[in-house]
């Protein structure tokens, strides 16, 4: 069974940094994954906030290129994203995705952007 546990989330200020990890685990081969990293704001949908593919390619949301970027380790099962620059309307609930066959997720990590 495959598990994807995310970590890093917190409380920051407007300007901050925070980095976000995704630990995979399990029966899996992770180089092979497309991986993700989506958000859920409070009454609304979940939506994509960077994909990292098993070749390297990557996509951002709009409105976080530039600020935002995802990583991965192959070599320790986890996929990162690096968020500079936070912005209050960055708070969400924040998912890790990996996508082959079918799509797994995390439990989700809160960040909080707040003065």
């Known amino acids: 069974q495959v598990q994807l546990v995310e970590s890093g989330g917190g409380l920051v200020q407007p300007g901050g940094s925070l980095r976000l990890s995704c630990a995979v685990s399990?029966?899996?081969?992770?180089?092979?994954?497309?991986m993700g990293w989506y958000r859920q704001a409070p009454g609304k949908q979940r939506e994509l906030v960077a994909t990292?593919?098993?070749?390297?390619?990557?996509n951002y949301a709009d409105s976080v290129k530039g600020r935002f970027t995802i990583s991965r380790d192959n070599a320790k099962n986890t996929v990162y994203l690096q968020m500079t620059s936070l912005k209050f309307e960055d708070t969400a609930v924040y998912y890790c995705?990996?996508?082959?066959?079918?799509?797994?997720w995390g439990q989700g990590t809160q960040v909080t952007v707040s003065s």
């Open positions: 995705s990996a996508a082959l066959s079918t799509v797994l």
């Open positions: 399990g029966r899996s081969i992770f180089s092979w994954y497309t």
């Open positions: 990292l593919t098993s070749g390297g390619s990557t």
